[in-house]
């Protein structure tokens, strides 16, 4: 495979990686990953042929997609851990019984 034809493929990777997690679809993600990887390593193996523009131009392609990408791990990552926080009770502020079992003007007295 050549430059050209691995960097097509790892395009094509990305684009279904990124529908496979907007999807949540496990298996289809595991299976782009995977292609993804197959791309990267054909790359890499012809790494010394230089680039010219349209290989250029594939190239910030896949770096974009690969960017998206990285941006919805993120944010799925982010929504994993508040909800964990949730319902571990981790995002509740600290229960103090001394203020919250006291009158008001009490709490404020126990201030000054």
Same mark, same amino acid.
């Given at each position: 495979m050549n430059r050209r034809d691995a960097l097509i493929q790892?395009?094509?990777?990305?684009?279904a990686e990124i529908a496979a997690l907007q999807a949540n679809d496990v298996t289809a993600l595991e299976t782009a990953t995977a292609m993804k990887l197959q791309g990267?390593?054909?790359?890499?193996?012809?790494?010394?042929?230089?680039?010219?523009?349209e290989l250029e131009t594939l190239a910030r392609e =896949?770096? !974009?997609?690969?960017?998206t990408a990285?941006?919805?791990?993120n944010l799925m990552t982010a929504n994993?851990?508040?909800?964990?926080?949730?319902?571990?009770?981790?995002?509740?502020?600290?229960?103090r019984p001394g203020i919250a079992g006291t009158p008001q003007r009490?709490?404020?007295? =126990?201030? !000054?």
């Amino acid at each position: 495979m050549n430059r050209r034809d691995a960097l097509i493929q790892i395009i094509d990777s990305l684009h279904a990686e990124i529908a496979a997690l907007q999807a949540n679809d496990v298996t289809a993600l595991e299976t782009a990953t995977a292609m993804k990887l197959q791309g990267i390593e054909a790359v890499a193996a012809n790494d010394d042929v230089p680039l010219d523009a349209e290989l250029e131009t594939l190239a910030r392609e =896949a770096q !974009r997609l690969n960017e998206t990408a990285r941006i919805y791990v993120n944010l799925m990552t982010a929504n994993v851990r508040r909800r964990i926080d949730q319902l571990t009770g981790g995002g509740l502020p600290a229960y103090r019984p001394g203020i919250a079992g006291t009158p008001q003007r009490m709490a404020a007295a =126990a201030y !000054r």
